[in-house]
Every structure is written in structure tokens, then in C-alpha cells.
């Protein structure tokens, strides 16, 4: 699976969008970008994921450029519960074993 | 969480005593997976099965015993307790495309 880069942490305003970059430049044609996040001593929560589309759901959207090399999570209207370690994952199809990183420690601040 | 339902929550063992972490879903997902996760880093898969009668070895396997009887169940069995086994240790099914993780146990070895 391709390796993902990931600012170890990034602060954001209550109530202001937050936009957590991920890097995956050697990301092959089969392999998707899923995003968990992990709010403190609980179990990762599924975000969001996509192969090579932008997707919307009802937490975050989640942008990837056109040549799949980077992506970025969006949190619409961050809120103090949005507050956790963020983890970019690349996935090959039909292998689901996934591979956490140190991912991005977000701070939402009021 | 998808369903998924790791017993015991918390657990205190002695060095060289064995147990067994259980995690059960009842909506007949066929892949199971085990992390687990030592304080400050990612989570790391143990073992996996993709479905009953079937495992395999993930990134970190030494010193664990799995078996998959029935779909519902995926017990995680530690034979000879050691303290660098003290852990948080996560649960995961699969669904539809995206695994789902359990709450976690917190395993403390002494």
C-alpha cells in the first residue's frame, strides 16, 4: 500500500472549516483514500473515502487531485467534539488490512 | 461501530497467565481483523479472517492465537501473558466497502 504524509498536528477555530492535507504521492490506480479519526481512547471512527472523485457525506467531503498524489479532508464547521487524531489511509481494492500512520492530532479551539 | 463487541472492557494480568479478548458481530460480516495500539502511535493489525475457518498473520502476530469458528466471533487468545502485550487492542468487521472498529479493550500486563 502507498505511504501517506501527514502534518503531526494543526489547530482550527470553532466553528471554521478545517482542511487536513494528506499526501500519498506513489498512490497506485486501485488503491482508495479513507480517512478515520480517533477521539481520545476510543476506537477509530470511519470519515469518509473515495478513489479518485470528490465525496460528500454528512460529517466531511473529502477533495483528491486530479493526479491522486494528494488529498484533503474537510470538516465543514468544526466543533470541540471534532477534536481527535485524524489518520489517512491508502488502501488497495479487496485488501482490507489497513495501515495507521502517526496522522494529524486536531485541535478544535472555542 | 458497526456492531462490533469486545468483551472485557478493561484487564489486569499477571505475567504468564492467559485470556482470551472476545469480539463478536451479528450481522454475518465476514471479515474480522485485530489491532492493537500502544500509547502515542497507530494502530497495527494483529491477525484477520475472511470469514469462518480462516485467518491469517497481520504486522504484529507474535504472541497471539486466533481462531474463527463461527462468523459471528473472532476471540483473540494471548497463550503466556508478557508485559510488552499491554495494550489497547481494537476489534474490526468489515462492511460493505469500510471496516468498522469496536470500543477497544485496555489490556495491562504486570
Known amino acids: 500500500d502507498a505511504k501517506t504524509t501527514q502534518p503531526p498536528s494543526m489547530d482550527c477555530a470553532e466553528g471554521r472549516a478545517a482542511n487536513l492535507p494528506c499526501n500519498h504521492s506513489?498512490?497506485?490506480?486501485?488503491?482508495?483514500v479513507y480517512w478515520y479519526r480517533q477521539i481520545h481512547s476510543q476506537g477509530p471512527q470511519y470519515i469518509i473515502h473515495g478513489l479518485k472523485n470528490n465525496e460528500t457525506n454528512e460529517m466531511a467531503s473529502l477533495i483528491i487531485t486530479e493526479d491522486r498524489k494528494s488529498s484533503t479532508l474537510i470538516l465543514p464547521h468544526a466543533t470541540l467534539r471534532d477534536t481527535a487524531v485524524y489518520y489517512c489511509?491508502?488502501?488497495?481494492?479487496?485488501?482490507?488490512?489497513?495501515?495507521f500512520g502517526a496522522g494529524t492530532t486536531v485541535t478544535v479551539r472555542a | 461501530n458497526a456492531g462490533v463487541t469486545q468483551t472485557p472492557k478493561f484487564q489486569v494480568l499477571k505475567t504468564g497467565q492467559s485470556m482470551t479478548l472476545q469480539c463478536a458481530q451479528d450481522?454475518?460480516?465476514?471479515?474480522m481483523s485485530w489491532y492493537r495500539q500502544d500509547p502515542g502511535m497507530g494502530l497495527r493489525l494483529i491477525h484477520y479472517?475472511?470469514?469462518?475457518?480462516?485467518?491469517d498473520q497481520g504486522e504484529v502476530p507474535n504472541g497471539y492465537n486466533v481462531s474463527r469458528s463461527t462468523t459471528e466471533d473472532f476471540p483473540l487468545r494471548l497463550l503466556s501473558a508478557a508485559p510488552s502485550q499491554t495494550s489497547v487492542y481494537f476489534c474490526a468487521s468489515k462492511w460493505g466497502n469500510t471496516i468498522y472498529f469496536g470500543e477497544g479493550s485496555w489490556l495491562t500486563v504486570v
Open positions: 506513489t498512490i497506485s490506480g486501485n488503491e482508495y
Open positions: 450481522m454475518n460480516h465476514e471479515y
Open positions: 489511509i491508502v488502501r488497495v481494492e479487496f485488501n482490507y488490512k489497513l495501515s
Open positions: 479472517s475472511v470469514g469462518a475457518g480462516i485467518t
